[in-house]
């Protein structure tokens, strides 16, 4: 199982980004999904959950507030829609899946996501 993040770019601050988090050939449906991001020196954290099933969505403190998770299962895609963006929000995105499969989500420990995919850039910039 390899997620894929897209939807990454070049926005001016205050702008907007929808970022998309997919698998081909491979039900997301039932399992909690995890978005994090990783800035140029730093380490990665954790910036929301959505979880399986009912596609509640729970936030770090990352996300500000401005930012929206969410999981369309028709589509097989979880979001990350990012509002009022910053230059501190200049970061690789990534999406990963519950490493336990399981359906609510646990916290952001590295540990209890896997099956990163190669992240998507966003970068805040005037």
């Known amino acids: 199982v390899q997620l894929q993040a897209s939807g990454g770019g070049l926005v001016q601050p205050g702008g907007s980004l929808r970022l998309s988090c997919t698998v081909p050939?491979?039900?997301?449906?039932?399992?909690?999904i995890g978005w994090f991001r990783q800035a140029p020196g730093k380490a990665r954290e954790g910036v929301s959950c959505v979880s399986g099933r009912d596609g509640n969505v729970n936030y770090a403190n990352s996300a500000g507030g401005r930012f929206a998770g969410s999981r369309d299962y028709a589509k097989n895609t979880v979001y990350l829609q990012m509002n009022n963006l910053k230059t501190e929000d200049t970061a690789v995105y990534y999406c990963?899946?519950?490493?336990?499969?399981?359906?609510?989500?646990?916290?952001?420990?590295?540990?209890?996501?896997?099956?990163w995919g190669q992240g998507t850039q966003v970068t805040v910039s005037s």
């Open positions: 050939g491979f039900n997301l449906d039932y399992y909690a």
């Open positions: 990963a899946i519950d490493s336990a499969f399981a359906t609510n989500c646990r916290g952001y420990a590295d540990h209890l996501f896997g099956s």
